[in-house]
T-cell receptor, first 113, second 115 residues
Framework: GNSVTQMEGPVTLSEEAFLTINCTYT??????LFWYVQYPGEGLQLLLK?????DKGSNKGFEATYRKETTSFHLEKGSVQVSDSAVYFC????????????FGTGTSLTVIP | KAGVTQTPRYLIKTRGQQVTLSCSPI?????VSWYQQTPGQGLQFLFE???????NKGNFPGRFSGRQFSNSRSEMNVSTLELGDSALYLC??????????????FGNGTRLTVT
């Protein structure tokens, strides 16, 4: 079947620290991969995506590379800010079957000044 | 542009009752999906509607059903409520075309509590 596994949270970092949130997936085909973010009091929103192996998605200083050989899509940021405090969700979906997304359980990040 | 609107924000129901949740997508979006969010399971896909037709369905019992109207607004119904149905129900709309993936735009959800 299809599933996504994320590292357990919560994660607490100091401002300007390096962030990695691990995400691995199991899929029956060749999915597109996504990171969604939920800021406090807001709905989930797309952070970045990658549609094929070796693609790198990037946005707001965050990056993730689609690694087919390790079935991973780890989220990284070189220097986090307090405003990055949120819950991050890794997800996969297949482009030929409509909008059926498989989400991980989410990783809560708190950045302290 | 107005975002995805879900009503009501909160619901408290008793076991055995039924409930209807409503979702108004972003104008022009034809795809509406529903997800159940719980602390232990994360987001789980319920179903997706596109142009009034169910395009995808997740692994939920038949007590969970939905529909989409000609204006793309969608409703989700849960019959014979169980305690385990307590969750945050999220609606997401997308402008992805036929068979295509579009980024999901989520509402703030309806918090359902079953007592």
């Amino acid at each position: 079947g299809n599933s996504v596994t994320q590292m357990e949270g919560p994660v607490t970092l100091s401002e300007e620290a390096f962030l990695t949130i691990n995400c691995t997936y199991t899929a029956t085909g060749y999915p597109s991969l996504f990171w969604y973010v939920q800021y406090p009091g807001e709905g989930l929103q797309l952070l970045l995506k990658a549609t094929k192996a070796d693609d790198k998605g990037s946005n707001k200083g965050f990056e993730a590379t689609y690694r087919k050989e390790t079935t991973s899509f780890h989220l990284e940021k070189g220097s986090v800010q307090v405003s990055d405090s949120a819950v991050y969700f890794c997800a996969l979906a297949f482009g030929n079957t409509g909008n059926q997304f498989y989400f991980g359980t989410g990783t809560s990040l708190t950045v302290i000044p | 542009k107005a975002g995805v609107t879900q009503t009501p924000r909160y619901l408290i129901k008793t076991r055995g009752q039924q409930v209807t949740l409503s979702c108004s997508p972003i104008s022009g979006h034809r795809s509406v999906s529903w997800y159940q969010q719980t602390p232990g399971q994360g987001l789980q896909f319920l179903f997706e509607y596109f142009s009034e037709t169910q395009r995808n369905k997740g692994n939920f019992p038949g007590r969970f059903s939905g529909r989409q109207f000609s204006n793309s607004r969608s409703e989700m119904n849960v019959s014979t409520l169980e305690l385990g149905d307590s969750a945050l129900y999220l609606c997401a709309s997308s402008n992805g075309g036929t068979g295509g993936l579009g980024p999901l735009h989520f509402g703030n959800g309806t918090r359902l509590t079953v007592t």
